[in-house]
């Protein structure tokens, strides 16, 4: 058994060119992540599209390096390509149709520049850089169509989960943003 099979339960650490490389969490990308995953995860739900997974999966996808595995936030793989694989694996086999990596304070952009290249390179469709502190998406395709969303702005995720739209700004939004949820005053 490598170190890098050893190391495929830590959810916190990515296995890259022979090191433990740490993922900086904070509260707040740790709230924003599961939040995607859930708006990705009703749709994926209701249609049948896609499967949606959480940070705590594995991708063992880059022949160059075959201990190296990657786990982004919230990622998508489409139905029809989850066929014939072993899904007790502990690594998903088979490159994302969609990552999204959400920022914390401490990510370097030379390092999340460097992985959506790498994402994009070895077949991962669409890549959501996601930036809580200007409450932005930035989407990266592999056929090089890149845009900036923000706000009112409408992000979808194309042929992965056709059925899936919403304005950025649901990616940013707080459960206490109402205050209360009629419990007298008081926020549960």
């Given at each position: ?35 995607i995953g859930r708006l990705l995860g009703n749709e994926a739900d209701a249609s049948g599209d896609a ?88 989407v990266f395709r592999s056929d090089g169509r890149n845009a900036l969303l923000r706000g009112d702005d409408v992000i979808t995720c ?31």
């Amino acid at each position: 058994m490598t170190l890098a099979d050893r190391l495929e339960n830590e959810a916190a650490i990515e296995f890259v060119g022979g090191q433990i490389v740490e993922k900086p969490v904070s509260i707040e990308s740790s709230r924003i992540g599961i939040r995607i995953g859930r708006l990705l995860g009703n749709e994926a739900d209701a249609s049948g599209d896609a499967e949606v997974y959480d940070s705590s999966l594995g991708y063992k996808v880059f022949p160059d390096d075959p201990d190296k595995f990657r786990k982004p936030d919230v990622s998508a793989v489409r139905a029809d390509r989850l066929a014939g694989l072993d899904l007790s694996d502990g690594f998903m086999r088979v490159p994302a149709d969609l990552v999204v990596e959400v920022l914390s304070p401490g990510d370097l952009a030379y390092d999340v520049a460097a992985k959506v290249d790498e994402y994009l390179r070895y077949n991962f469709r669409i890549v959501w850089v996601v930036q809580p502190n200007t409450r932005s998406v930035n989407v990266f395709r592999s056929d090089g169509r890149n845009a900036l969303l923000r706000g009112d702005d409408v992000i979808t995720c194309e042929d992965v989960l056709p059925g899936f739209r919403c304005q950025v700004s649901e990616f940013f939004k707080r459960a206490v943003e109402a205050g209360t949820n009629g419990t007298n005053g008081r926020t549960v």
